[in-house]
């Protein structure tokens, strides 16, 4: 157990879930990036996908958290070496998340139109929100499915082939988006808008493929689904049902930002597109030490091995924290360089390059909340993460970004509210792990 808090171990699992954790960005930063560039209405192409982008990161992200509650499962029970009694678990947790994303899809496919109004999208902004989402919706299902199962793997202690997957996603995503937002004269007819959607879609097939592939290859935990249910599939469902809650605050946040930067006109919508996606790719790169966290947080506290716990967070805090530093200084290296990458509008450069600043000086503030997180999470501690973030959101973001907006502060007050937000998640998470394993440590 020592040995899995030091570095060489921590890293082993860090650095390929950062790898992973990075392909969701990757697909919508390579959309962006395209879609940004196109000879054809190139603005309004970029302010759909950032919309779309949006929508379905709150989708995901809502219906996504059967992976932590998969992993913290399955990694105490490998911790207490029981994991025999919850093998089960993972292939039933899947047929229920991906029976619920069809029904997500039947449910908004009708109504894409009405769906993105509510973002303030209208004119040909919303013409390519709807045919963008219409294509992208049905990978829903194949995200989810490849999301639970890097729950399993995550439980499992292991996060080499979710790297796989993931690079193998991503990779084919940008050939794709290449092939098919361009199109290759006399063979195939650039599609624009919709071949990003297309694009996106077949990479999300793929790595479906090849999760089912290696779990059931590389894992003892197989997909069938049997009788009788899981005794901890009502403790997974409790999990699931309070981070469904969180979810939904965190996207509370994502809709205001998006709904507002829509509202002040479409430079302002490319630009915060732009700003929070890079701001997503910087989350990910974190998340990689938080994944660490969730890993071994749930291994140890299985085993109870409380100290160990101690020792592991203040390691994460160091290695978070210069991560965070580090993800600021390059951005501010490449200050100019990075928004000339996704558009050549001037007047959308001038309104990412006055907030982007804010962005790169709220990544280490993102680095302990997101580590925290992971590690809660780990743990098992869905309501407590449930009602911090309901306290960030309504009580810390929301009247801030309102007092700011009045004051018509534009884009600066999204992003100054979304600092607040985050140091309002990451402080009283660090202050309750202490209160709770400082004295279970010292007894033990």
């Excluded at 196109?38 to 709150?58: H, Q, R, Y």
């Excluded at 996504?64 to 207490?80: F, P, V």
């Amino acid at each position: 157990m020592n040995k899995s808090i030091q570095l060489k171990n921590i890293n082993k699992l860090a650095i390929p879930a950062l790898i992973a954790g990075v392909s969701e960005p990757i697909l919508s930063l390579t959309d962006t990036a395209i879609v940004g560039n196109i000879d054809i209405n190139a603005t309004e192409s970029l302010a759909a996908v950032g919309i779309v982008a949006t929508f379905l990161s709150m989708l995901i992200w809502v219906f996504g958290q059967t992976r932590s509650a998969i992993s913290s499962i399955i990694s105490q029970y490998l911790g207490a070496n029981k994991l025999d009694e919850v093998k089960s678990l993972p292939g039933q947790a899947i047929l229920i998340i991906t029976s619920i994303s069809i029904l997500i899809i039947i449910g908004t496919y009708p109504f894409a139109s009405a769906v993105f109004k509510l973002y303030n999208a209208s004119g040909l902004i919303l013409e390519y929100c709807v045919s963008y989402y219409k294509i992208r919706v049905f990978g829903f299902p194949f995200t989810l499915f490849t999301i639970a199962v890097f729950g399993a793997f995550r439980g499992l202690q292991n996060t080499y082939y979710p790297m796989i997957i993931a690079i193998v996603g991503a990779v084919s995503n940008i050939v794709l988006d290449v092939i098919l937002v361009y199109g290759i004269e006399g063979l195939i007819p650039a599609m624009h808008i919709k071949g990003a959607a297309y694009a996106s879609l077949i990479a999300q097939f793929l790595m479906a493929v090849i999760s089912a592939y290696y779990l059931l290859k590389k894992t003892p935990i197989p997909l069938k689904v049997s009788l009788p249910i899981n005794k901890e599939i009502g403790k997974f469902l409790i999990m699931v049902l309070n981070l469904f809650v969180r979810t939904i605050a965190l996207n509370v946040t994502l809709y205001l930002g998006s709904s507002f930067a829509t509202g002040y006109g479409k430079e302002y919508i490319a630009a915060y597109t732009i700003a929070i996606n890079i701001w997503f790719l910087g989350a990910f790169l974190i998340d990689g030490y938080a994944s660490a966290g969730n890993i071994l947080s749930g291994k140890l506290y299985g085993a109870k091995q409380y100290g160990l716990l101690i020792s592991l967070s203040n390691k994460l805090i160091k290695y978070g924290v210069v991560l965070g530093l580090g993800i600021g200084l390059l951005g501010a290296i490449f200050y100019y360089l990075i928004g000339e990458i996704f558009t050549d509008d001037k007047n959308v450069l001038e309104a990412f390059y006055n907030v982007f600043w804010i962005v790169l000086l709220m990544q280490p503030f993102c680095s302990l909340a997101f580590i925290f997180d992971g590690m809660f999470k780990g743990l098992g501690k869905m309501k407590f993460l449930r009602n911090l973030l309901l306290f960030a959101t309504g009580i810390v973001f929301v009247p801030i970004l309102l007092v700011l907006d009045h004051l018509d502060y534009k884009l600066y007050g999204i992003f100054i509210a979304m600092t607040f937000w985050i140091i309002a998640r990451g402080i009283p998470l660090i202050i309750k792990f202490r209160q709770l394993f400082l004295p279970l440590a010292q007894k033990t």
